[in-house]
């Protein structure tokens, strides 16, 4: 059982360097609750009620590889595997948000032990191009649309980024991380929108207990292709959704025909990307 002295956070001259922070962006707070009736995770900010990205992804996604694995493992097995994969994920967050912020954080549980040298592969392999970062955890939203929260907002290689830290059972195919695009192009495409940016790139830092370290990254029309993608699952979950409490607050088929108008109807024509869904 987890013991509230296992779990240490403190200041410490030289324990953790962390990352230069900048103050470019004032991040706007918010607030993430679960709603009683749903058990769906919804966002308030900015006078706002909004679907999570993940909660628009999952209700849209084809559940088809998740039944089938259930299936395989049993109910129970496959439910004990989510709970532990879960706990371990939020630990391995937690050092890495503690690393980027500088504060000395410590966490002698069974599941602490498993995530720590995980956020130190993290931290050796993916931050090192990390120049400085403009927020750690950070609430975003798409007004009316959507919210969510992602781990990194920061400059890498010298270009303005969105990270989202993942932690897997096993290595990544990229076949099967379609989701992970998605969600991080809703989140540069909300940081965007909101604070003027141009977001350049998302990166996805995975790693696995056996510390194997895989980087995957979106960017240019890919980004742009990813961004058309989740405006049209956020369409079709607008569709599905009829308490209108869960609602997006502005159809998203709008904005959905103004990007594809901005990009003359078809941003990929002449590239690889044309006509994929």
Not at 21 to 50: A, F, P, W
Request: with cysteine; hydrophobic share 30%.
């Amino acid at each position: 059982m987890m013991r509230d002295e296992d779990i240490k956070e403190f200041h410490s001259i030289g324990k953790e360097p962390g990352i230069k922070k900048s103050n470019k962006y004032k991040y706007i707070t918010g607030k993430q609750i679960t709603d009683e009736e749903s058990g769906k995770r919804v966002y308030e900010i900015s006078n706002y009620r909004l679907p999570s990205v993940t909660t628009v992804l999952g209700a849209t996604k084809n559940q088809n590889f998740i039944k089938r694995w259930k299936a395989r493992v049993g109910e129970v097995e496959a439910t004990r595997i989510k709970n532990h994969s879960a706990s371990r994920g939020t630990a391995m967050h937690k050092f890495l948000e503690s690393h980027i912020q500088g504060v000395g954080y410590d966490d002698l549980t069974t599941i602490g032990c498993e995530a720590r040298p995980m956020a130190d592969k993290v931290i050796e392999v993916g931050l090192a191009p990390v120049e400085e970062y403009y927020g750690s955890e950070v609430m975003l939203h798409y007004p009316g649309l959507y919210a969510g929260s992602t781990d990194l907002i920061c400059l890498h290689n010298s270009k303005e980024t969105v990270v989202d830290f993942k932690q897997s059972n096993r290595p990544k195919k990229e076949e099967w991380i379609e989701d992970y695009y998605l969600q991080i192009s809703a989140y540069a495409m909300a940081h965007d929108y909101v604070y003027g940016s141009k977001i350049e790139q998302g990166v996805i830092m995975v790693c696995t207990p056996d510390l194997y370290y895989q980087e995957f990254k979106v960017e240019g029309l890919q980004l742009r292709k990813y961004k058309h993608k989740f405006l049209k699952r956020l369409d079709m979950y607008n569709e599905l959704i009829h308490d209108e409490k869960e609602r997006a607050k502005v159809d998203p088929s709008t904005l959905l025909k103004e990007f594809e108008r901005d990009t003359q109807n078809d941003p990929f024509k002449g590239t690889n990307m044309e006509g994929k869904d």
